[in-house]
């Protein structure tokens, strides 16, 4: 069974920017969720949807957002890029997303920002 | 809310030798705990849980844990540490009682550094 396809590995863009990033989950898994990582904040969540809608958001603000098609697959946007905004962004499936069951991660998308 | 503790950034162990890796919780209801780890430039790697039941739960590659409900503890072990054990360990917690919650919270991470 494929893991969790998190495209492109790497991206560089300009400040001002937007970027798309795109998570394929395991087959068969209808809960995505997003997280951000850096060395100085560690692993921060974004969001997480289930069957399309999204069912809980971190403490980011809205130039994060995300969304989730029919066929589970979820892509978050980064709109209006800063500096900041440089870490490695992580995608995790799960089954249903039940609170019990463990999340499968992809190997992330390192964002560099310049 | 939920958070989770580290206490340690670094933790250094001899090939062979037994290994500890400490995590602390706090949740208002109970846990579900699980450890992750994490290799250079790679996302993270599902290690084991805890949900109910035996204190004691065993995982992957060897690796063991302990959940201490008194303690707010669930310490990853490994009774003879490998080189190839070397990378970034993350403890995260999710509340039973957090309703619509389904975050993971994760620790800062410790880095485990095993020495030939």
């Known amino acids: 069974k494929a893991g969790v396809t998190q495209t492109p590995r790497y991206l560089i863009k300009t400040r001002g920017q937007q970027v798309t990033l795109s998570c394929s989950p395991i087959?068969?898994?209808?809960?995505v969720s997003w997280y951000q990582q850096t060395p100085g904040q560690g692993l921060q969540f974004l969001f997480e949807?289930?069957?399309?809608?999204?069912?809980n958001k971190g403490n980011f603000p809205g130039r994060f957002s995300g969304r989730q098609f029919s066929n589970s697959r979820s892509e978050m946007n980064v709109s209006t890029l800063e500096l900041g905004d440089s870490a490695l962004y992580l995608c995790?499936?799960?089954?249903?997303?039940?609170?019990?069951?463990?999340?499968?991660f992809g190997q992330g998308t390192r964002l560099t920002v310049v | 809310a939920q958070s989770v503790a580290q206490p340690e950034d670094q933790v250094n162990v001899a090939e062979g030798n037994p290994l500890t890796v400490k995590c602390t919780y706090s949740?208002?209801?109970?846990?579900?705990l699980f450890w992750y780890v994490q290799y250079p430039n790679r996302g993270l790697q599902f290690l084991l849980k805890?949900?109910?039941?035996?204190?004691l739960v065993k995982g992957s590659y060897g690796f063991e844990a302990e959940f201490n409900k008194s303690q707010t503890s669930f310490h990853l072990k490994k009774p003879s540490a490998l080189v190839s054990d070397s990378a970034l360990y993350f403890c995260?917690?999710?509340?039973?009682?957090?309703?619509?919650?389904?975050?993971?919270?994760f620790g800062k991470g410790t880095l485990l550094t095993v020495n030939p």
């Open positions: 995790a499936s799960s089954l249903q997303g039940s609170a019990n069951t463990e999340a499968f």
């Open positions: 087959s068969g898994h209808r809960s």
């Open positions: 949807y289930f069957s399309e809608t999204q069912r």
């Open positions: 949740v208002s209801g109970n846990p579900y």
């Open positions: 805890y949900i109910t039941g035996d204190n």
């Open positions: 995260a917690v999710r509340d039973m009682g957090g309703g619509s919650n389904y975050k993971l919270t």
